[in-house]
């Protein structure tokens, strides 16, 4: 397995294009949330398509035609995603979507790579930055396209689909049904006779923007006021960046040097928890209870990771340590958001603990504050949450004390099939916060769990000891 991008020879880009919707939509602004402003950036997926013998026949081509026939038609329904972000007042610099049919980016490109020569797609590659569009960009975000793609022919007759997408347009879910949309709408699909869904996506952000919050409260429809409530994940990120803060002044935090631990020092590694993995550790953990006690492979395989991470960077006992989990609102709000809202539905869920209490505190105890920490989610929440976010937002420092987890468990990416057929693996690049874990489908063991995680070279060794040691 080749490990550096510098050792293959370069991605050809043969074309780029600009890709438009199929029938025009009138002009709009779409005010977003405070949620769908937390990060405009653009977070990337890479398919991965085996040379099976129907793909093989394919051209690059056809395959690119393809991919902007369905996209043009896609673009149509899921119109903002032809448009720009734009800052309508200079004062806050609030952005919202100009739905100004600038259109999305689409590139061809061919590789004398092979798809075999890449070793474990689940694992991170360097080279897999290769095989997604890069925009320039300069800081102004309405000249960045939301929605940008680079379809890759390898010399084996495979393909690659690296496709990126603004986070302020749609949340893990909302991005699943626009890349299903998509594929559906492709002409390679639609020569099989496959049809897109009835299920229409709702782009307004209604109760998910402040205002209309305010305007819900003031008319005394919501009893309790927005301000009563308070958001823990908010209150409890604060904190750790307050104690960081203090604690950096000397350099040093935990052993690790603080002015180092920027987001390029991360390296992404993929643990993959086979079904039989997951079912023995349920069976470890809960024993002769597990008729008297429930829980999800989301919940244990969170604590067990928020366990070795913490252990993994040695943080006194006394240290405050925070485990937050991303949870789904959308049936969590009062009225529920519509079904097919897509835009960010996601806020985060916090459990807190000093470093110590989580040391000894068993995997069954630690669910238990994790099924709290859930079902503490609700209206009076999600709008704390969402005022919260109203005040002036910095990037969020490393912090070693901080465990995140998002769960794609309920998004199978790899099962959208651009080609004929399922991808080999789904594998996203670095988010903006690399150090976030990932939960996803693994697409040869549906029962398990492929944890991709961002780490520090330095506690690489120790997380994956204490990650994957009486698993069994």
């Known amino acids: 397995m080749a490990k550096q991008h510098e050792n293959y020879p370069a991605v050809c880009v043969t074309k780029s294009i600009s890709v438009y919707p199929k029938s025009l939509p009138p002009q709009k602004i779409l005010n977003l949330s405070n949620l769908d402003r937390q990060c405009p950036l653009l977070m990337y997926l890479v398919f991965f398509y085996k040379p099976t013998f129907d793909c093989q026949n394919l051209s690059l081509d056809y395959v690119f035609r393809s991919l902007k026939s369905g996209l043009e038609e896609t673009l149509s329904i899921w119109y903002p995603a032809a448009g720009r ?59 960045m396209p939301l929605v940008v793609a680079q379809v890759t022919r390898f010399a084996c007759g495979g393909y690659s689909i690296g496709i990126g997408t603004s986070h302020s347009l749609f949340d893990g879910p909302a991005t699943y049904d626009f890349l299903s949309a998509w594929a559906c709408n492709s002409a390679i699909k639609k020569r099989k006779g496959v049809t897109v869904s009835d299920h229409q996506p709702v ?36 904190q750790l960046i307050k104690n960081t803060m203090i604690n950096s002044q000397n350099s040093e935090v935990g052993g690790l040097n603080f002015s180092e631990m920027g987001s390029s020092n991360y390296v992404l590694k993929t643990f993959h928890l086979s079904g039989a993995i997951v079912e023995s550790l349920k069976r470890k953990v809960l024993g002769e209870r597990r008729g008297n006690f429930s829980c999800s492979s989301f919940e244990l395989v969170a604590a067990h990771l928020w366990k070795a991470r913490t252990k993994a960077f040695a943080l006194k006992k006394e240290t405050m340590v925070c485990l937050q989990f991303a949870v789904d609102t959308r049936n969590k709000m009062v009225p529920p958001l519509p079904k097919g809202f897509s835009g960010n539905a996601y ?49 969020l420092p490393p912090l070693e004390e901080l465990t995140i987890v998002s769960d794609w468990t309920r998004m199978p990416f790899h099962k959208i099939d651009f080609l004929n057929g399922e991808a080999a693996y789904a594998s996203p690049l670095a988010s903006p916060i690399p150090q ?33 040691s009486n698993l069994q």
């Not at 890449?118 to 925009?135: A, C, H, I, R, T």
């Not at 782009?203 to 009893?223: C, P, Q």
């Not at 961002?454 to 690489?460: D, E, H, I, R, V």
Request: hydrophobic residues 45%; glycine residues 6%.
């Open 85 to 143: 972000l734009m800052s309508l007042n200079p004062s806050d610099r609030k952005l919202n979507i100009w739905c100004n049919n600038k259109g999305a980016i689409l590139v061809e490109a061919l590789t004398r790579v092979k798809l075999s020569e890449l070793g474990d797609l689940s694992q991170y590659n360097e080279f897999f930055e290769n095989l997604v569009y890069k925009p320039v960009f300069n800081g102004n975000f309405s000249e």
């Open 203 to 238: 782009h307004e952000r209604g109760l998910m923007v402040l205002d209309n919050i305010s305007h819900v409260h003031n008319a005394g429809t919501v009893k309790s006021p927005v301000a009563a409530a308070r958001a823990a994940a908010i209150d409890h990120l604060y």
């Open 347 to 395: 806020v985060l869920a916090s459990v807190a603990l000093t470093a110590g209490e989580l040391e000894e505190l068993s995997h069954e105890a630690i669910v238990e504050k994790i099924k709290e920490a859930k079902n503490s989610i609700n209206n009076e929440y999600v709008n704390a949450y969402i005022e919260a976010l109203d005040a002036p937002q910095g990037s």
């Open 436 to 468: 976030v874990a990932y939960f996803m489908q693994n697409p040869s063991d549906l029962r398990g769990i492929d944890v991709r995680i961002g780490l520090f070279p330095q506690t690489l060794d120790a997380f994956s000891h204490y990650f994957l």
